[in-house]
């Protein structure tokens, strides 16, 4: 990457800028992330009429549906974004429960 200024600081200073660019951007990534997966709970409590809880191996099994998706080229480059930011997440939250996977994972309350 050049830098339009011929200063060091002049280029530090753009570089500084686009870090934060970026650093932004994922954070908005991982809002909207955050925010699809509270819609999908709501989603399925309203139709369920019951409290709405993952298993480990529900987040696996959906982790991997999403990566389906991005495989076979079914979404634009923002949909495959986010939809391999959910899939990261979900593993990662599958992974971390306690007991080798067993027991539930609330969306809403992140627990």
Known sequence: MSSKDPTLLGAVGEAGI???TAFREAQDRY??????LINAKAKLQ????TKTEFTANQMLQRANELR???ADGMGTEQDNIRNAFLADMLEQRALNM???GLG????ATQE
């Open 18 to 20: 686009s870090g934060l």
């Open 31 to 36: 809002q909207e992330g955050v925010t699809d």
């Open 46 to 49: 309203k139709a369920s009429g």
């Open 68 to 70: 389906k998706l991005i």
């Open 98 to 100: 306690g007991g080798g």
């Open 104 to 107: 539930m994972f609330d969306v």
